[in-house]
């Protein structure tokens, strides 16, 4: 399975066992880090907050996580952010 990149229109693979939206330990298993890692990443910004599922339950949707991870292999231009 494969999914298009905004940026490039390049197919990029996708693991279709992870579920659309994960809970917190999920979504650190998918990022490859520790629970305590993902929420000090999350406190900093450098990674997306999750969505509030219902009263009690919050989850990580895939995509914001795979767009940051995109986001990371292409880096912004640094000169654009002047503009």
Same mark, same amino acid.
Request: aromatic letters at 0%.
């Given at each position: 399975m494969s999914k298009a990149d905004g940026q490039t229109g390049k197919q990029r693979p996708t693991m279709p066992d992870w579920p659309r939206i994960m809970r917190r330990e999920k979504a650190a298993q998918y990022l490859d880090i520790s &629970?305590? /890692?993902l929420d000090r990443e999350v406190a @900093?910004? !450098?990674l997306p907050k999750p969505v509030q /599922?219902? &009263?009690t339950v919050r989850g990580w949707? !895939? +995509?914001d996580? +795979? =767009?940051m991870i995109d986001d990371l292999k292409n880096p912004m231009d640094p =000169? @654009? +952010?002047w503009i």
């Open positions: &629970p305590s /890692l @900093s910004g !450098r /599922l219902t &009263p949707v !895939r +995509d996580l +795979d =767009a =000169a @654009s +952010d």
